[in-house]
């Protein structure tokens, strides 16, 4: 496997399931992200861990709940969501502060709340 | 902060046609910047970025882009556009201590036949 992989690519859930998302990045970086994209909406940012420590945590609400057991492995624990979470999303990766700034994405997990 | 504006979230071209999608930033900081382009149910894939040096990128699949500090822009181009250039191009900004993405709103490239 190269590059950030995610599983799955696809997931239907009820509001009152419990599932997760996975990411797994394979270029040795050291940060990781959750986004959140929405039909019409900006990319949201969700979750960012830096060494496996959660950095930034934009008011997201407590049915998401991430996980970084570590540097490459992200995970997104989904509880009890609504039908407005459905949604395409995506995991990044990058190195922090060795001037490669850029962020490299997975495929996405598309999420349907029924 | 920074921010970045695209202006246009449609943009149609014809296939042969030039290609020219606009991005302005605000930042406090010197800025990084990127274009990504994402296909329909794909991840963001990077087509291109500043960091400092040549003021004018080249990425993948013929693009570049030129930072121009004067104007606050980095506005993306091709010359030639093809069928498969067809997706949603999304700038973004960074800069300061950490390298977390602002990204615009995107726009999606339609190339008409």
């Known amino acids: 496997e190269t590059g950030v992989t995610q599983t799955p690519r696809h997931l239907v859930m009820g509001m009152t399931n419990k599932k997760s998302l996975k990411c797994e990045q394979h270029?040795?970086?050291?940060?990781m992200y959750w986004y959140k994209q929405s039909a019409k909406k900006p990319l949201e940012l969700m979750f960012v861990?830096?060494?496996?420590?959660?950095?930034e945590n934009n008011s997201v609400p407590s049915r998401f709940s991430p996980e970084c057991p570590n540097s490459s492995h992200l995970f997104l624990h989904l509880h009890t969501l609504q039908p407005e979470d459905s949604a395409l999303y995506l995991c990044?990766?990058?190195?922090?502060?060795?001037?490669?700034?850029?962020?490299?994405f997975g495929p996405g997990t598309r999420l349907t709340v029924t | 902060a920074q921010s970045v504006t695209q202006l246009g979230s449609h943009v149609s071209v014809s296939e042969g046609a030039l290609v020219l999608l606009r991005c302005n930033y605000s930042?406090?900081?010197?800025?990084?910047l990127f274009w990504y382009v994402q296909y329909p149910n794909q991840g963001l894939q990077l087509l291109l970025k500043?960091?400092?040096?040549?003021?004018l990128v080249k990425g993948i699949n013929g693009f570049e882009a030129e930072f121009k500090k004067s104007e606050t822009s980095f506005h993306l181009t091709k010359p030639s556009a093809h069928m498969s250039d067809a997706a949603e191009y999304f700038c973004?900004?960074?800069?300061?201590?950490?390298?977390?993405?602002?990204f615009g709103t995107g726009t999606l490239l339609a190339v008409q036949p």
């Open positions: 270029l040795g970086h050291n940060a």
């Open positions: 861990y830096s060494l496996e420590e959660r950095v």
């Open positions: 930042s406090s900081v010197p800025p990084y």
């Open positions: 500043y960091t400092t040096g040549a003021t």
């Open positions: 990044a990766s990058s190195q922090v502060r060795s001037g490669l700034y850029e962020q490299y």
């Open positions: 973004a900004v960074s800069g300061g201590a950490t390298n977390k993405l602002i």
